[in-house]
């Protein structure tokens, strides 16, 4: 893959062919440093999957602000991107490669981060998932609000909410 510094603005970059298997989160977040060159940036150390839920594992390090702890939109663009990420996993899954684009989010800071952290991201329904499912059979198209929860070590730092539209194909 060529870096994603040498990326032109109105090119879109290639997208990552669907997996055979289950998906390599590892091949996932490389190919995600390409085609947005500023994930290579936010401190992202492992993506991990479980009971339909995205957890990302993040380094401090690469989001401090004057004060030494979380800057604020890093962490927004973390989680907003970490929701891009669930749709776009999600679909992958169902052998779908469609467009995704957030289309409201909202955040809550409730503590400063203060060390490494980790932020879990699920549908905010629990029938979310299969409401989108059902939307993008029907119309072709659809939308899921998705949850994220900032955790520094057990304090809960900072609630999200976003809301992720599926463009029509083609």
């Known amino acids: 893959m060529a870096s994603g510094l040498g990326r032109q603005p109105g090119i879109a970059y290639p997208r990552l062919s669907l997996p055979e298997g289950p998906e390599d989160l590892t091949v996932f977040q490389r190919w995600l440093e390409e085609a947005i060159p500023m994930v290579g940036a936010l401190g992202i150390q492992a993506m991990s999957e479980e009971e339909g839920a995205l957890i990302w ?73 299969r409401l989108l499912v059902d939307k993008l059979q029907t119309r072709g198209k659809g939308s899921i609000t998705l949850k994220q929860q900032l955790f520094c070590g057990t304090t809960l730092c900072l609630k999200a909410t976003g809301r992720y539209a599926v463009l029509p194909s083609g």
């Open 57 to 129: 594992q993040l380094a401090l390090s690469a989001s401090l602000n004057d004060k030494g702890t979380g800057f604020g939109g890093a962490l927004t663009a973390q989680t907003t991107l970490q929701g891009w990420c669930w749709v776009t996993l999600f679909l992958r899954q169902l052998g779908l490669q469609r467009d995704v684009v957030v289309a409201d989010a909202n955040q809550q800071f409730f503590a400063p981060v203060t060390d490494d952290y980790r932020v879990i991201c699920a549908p905010e329904d629990p029938a979310g998932a």
